[in-house]
């Protein structure tokens, strides 16, 4: 079993969608969760950022953090075409020297 | 500010050989990873540095080596080269806070074919 699992995709939604995607992982120890966009041939960008359960929101982006139930999601809300990317979570343990990513879901947005 | 910068852009290779990829991180920041990224997959930890010292390692074969230098770029080595080696290679560097657990920032990558 991966320590973390996202469902590869792929996802294609209209233009102004809502959408979400999501990540499972079993380590109890993780207690630091990103989200990354990747576009096609360059390195990831860094989304989101959040240590505790609970939202973050960063325009039209939102992190949840469900710890109890080992879930976090990515919520985009206005969906652009831009916004088709792939889009990776990650999650690391206090100290940790590394990150451990999810398969990433591969998003397009359809003008 | 510049971000991380890779080089080369592009690497072919043939199995057997050796390459050596290169990494400058952001300005500030101490700390280097590295990364592999199979076609379809997420990153997979190789090693990460700090001060010069290796911090982590993940599960790679001694094929795999890293170094940083004193100014905090760094070299990843990677010999005897087999087909299963093609990947897109990612360095990251973060600031390494005393909490230890600290955000990576990416950079554009390498990409390695091995023929």
């Known amino acids: 079993q991966k320590e973390v699992e996202q469902d590869p995709g792929p996802l294609s939604v209209p233009e102004g969608a809502i959408v979400s995607l999501n990540c499972t992982y079993s380590?109890?120890?993780?207690?630091?969760f990103m989200w990354y966009r990747q576009y096609s041939r360059k390195g990831p960008e860094l989304l989101m950022y959040?240590?505790?359960?609970g939202n973050k929101e960063d325009g039209r982006f939102t992190a949840q953090v469900d710890k109890s139930s080992k879930y976090i999601s990515l919520f985009i809300r206005d969906s652009q075409p831009s916004d088709s990317a792939t889009y990776l979570c990650?999650?690391?343990?206090?100290?940790?020297?590394?990150?451990?990513f999810g398969q990433g879901t591969r998003l397009t947005i359809n003008p | 500010d510049a971000g991380v910068t890779q080089s080369p852009t592009h690497l072919i290779k043939t199995r057997g050989q050796h390459v050596t990829l290169r990494c400058s991180p952001i300005?500030?920041?101490?700390?280097v990873s590295w990364y592999q990224q199979v076609l379809g997959q997420g990153p997979q930890f190789i090693f990460q540095?700090?001060?010069?010292?290796?911090?982590g390692r993940g599960n790679f074969p001694d094929r795999f080596s890293a170094r940083q230098f004193p100014n905090y770029s760094s070299e990843l080595n990677v010999n005897a080269l087999l087909l299963g080696d093609s990947a897109l290679y990612l360095c990251?560097?973060?600031?390494?806070?005393?909490?230890?657990?600290?955000?990576?920032?990416f950079g554009p990558g390498t990409r390695l074919t091995v023929l």
């Open positions: 990251a560097s973060s600031l390494l806070t005393a909490g230890g657990t600290d955000t990576q920032y």
């Open positions: 380590n109890s120890a993780f207690q630091y």
């Open positions: 959040t240590y505790s359960s």
């Open positions: 990650a999650m690391s343990s206090q100290g940790a020297q590394k990150l451990v």
């Open positions: 300005s500030g920041h101490k700390s």
């Open positions: 540095y700090y001060e010069k010292e290796e911090r």
